[in-house]
Nanobody, 123 residues
Framework: QVQLVESGGGLVQAGDSLRLSCAAS????????MGWFRQAPGKEREFVGG????????YLGDSVKGRFTISRDNAKNTVYLQMTSLKPEDTAVYYC????????????????WGQGTQVTVSS
């Protein structure tokens, strides 16, 4: 069993930056692919980005490339989502997810999920 706890959401203005954190705990969590999804009201869940634990290779969705970065701290079992140049359309609940498989597996299923953290970007 893996537990994921997100933090760092809030209300910001357009153009601001924000960093989300996801603290992971559980057996073998360091071997899991980790990532972030978001869901805005009335919209489908969207893959934001993912990262492998072994070599830290990152993947980002097209809508956030160039603005968001993903990183991880293996010592703390924590994954970060650094968001810059935020836009009102980034407003959503952001969820951390983990999968024992690859980042592709994470994108398609995501076995473990956090409770989500709200990010609101005002214009």
């Amino acid at each position: 069993q893996v537990q994921l706890v997100e933090s760092g959401g809030g209300l910001v203005q357009a153009g601001d930056s924000l960093r989300l954190s996801c603290a992971a705990s559980g057996r073998n969590v360091r071997s899991y692919a980790m990532g972030w999804f978001r869901q805005a009201p009335g919209k489908e869940r969207e893959f934001v980005g993912g990262i492998t634990w072994n070599i830290g290779r990152t993947y980002l969705g097209d809508s956030v490339k160039g603005r968001f970065t993903i990183s991880r701290d293996n010592a703390k079992n924590t994954v970060y989502l650094q968001m810059t140049s935020l836009k009102p359309e980034d407003t959503a609940v952001y969820y951390c997810a983990a999968d024992p498989g690859s980042v592709d597996a994470l994108k398609n299923r995501g076995v473990y999920w956090g409770q989500g953290t709200q990010v609101t970007v005002s214009s």
